[in-house]
Nanobody, 115 residues
Framework: QVQLVESGGGLVQAGGSLRLSCAASRTVSDFNAMGWFRQVPGEQRELVAVITNSGRTNYADSVKGRFTVSRDNAKNTVYLQMNSLKPEDTLVYYC?????????WGQGTQVTVSS
């Protein structure tokens, strides 16, 4: 059973920074891709950032230049560094991983940005 456990969410003022972590129960380099989604209650999750097993990254237009996704294979952890946070970034953030055609999700972590 693959488990993904997020941490690092919280409350921050606009313009501030947070770093989310996603600890995987297996080697992150095994995953085809890992990354982060976020969700407005009642709506579909939207892609925030993804990193492939070759190290390619992709970002939503709304976070380009502010967020950075990275991976530490030795720690089996994927990170999302979020800078210049805006109130509209206030959402629940979910870590995900795609492994052998299956998608796994973390439990979500709340990020709240006050104006």
């Amino acid at each position: 059973q693959v488990q993904l456990v997020e941490s690092g969410g919280g409350l921050v003022q606009a313009g501030g920074s947070l770093r989310l972590s996603c600890a995987a129960s297996r080697t992150v380099s095994d995953f085809n891709a890992m990354g982060w989604f976020r969700q407005v209650p009642g709506e579909q999750r939207e892609l925030v950032a993804v990193i492939t097993n070759s190290g390619r990254t992709n970002y939503a237009d709304s976070v380009k230049g502010r967020f950075t996704v990275s991976r530490d294979n030795a720690k089996n952890t994927v990170y999302l560094q979020m800078n210049s946070l805006k109130p509209e970034d206030t959402l629940v953030y979910y870590c995900y991983g795609n492994l052998f055609g299956l998608t796994y999700w973390g439990q979500g972590t709340q990020v709240t940005v006050s104006s």
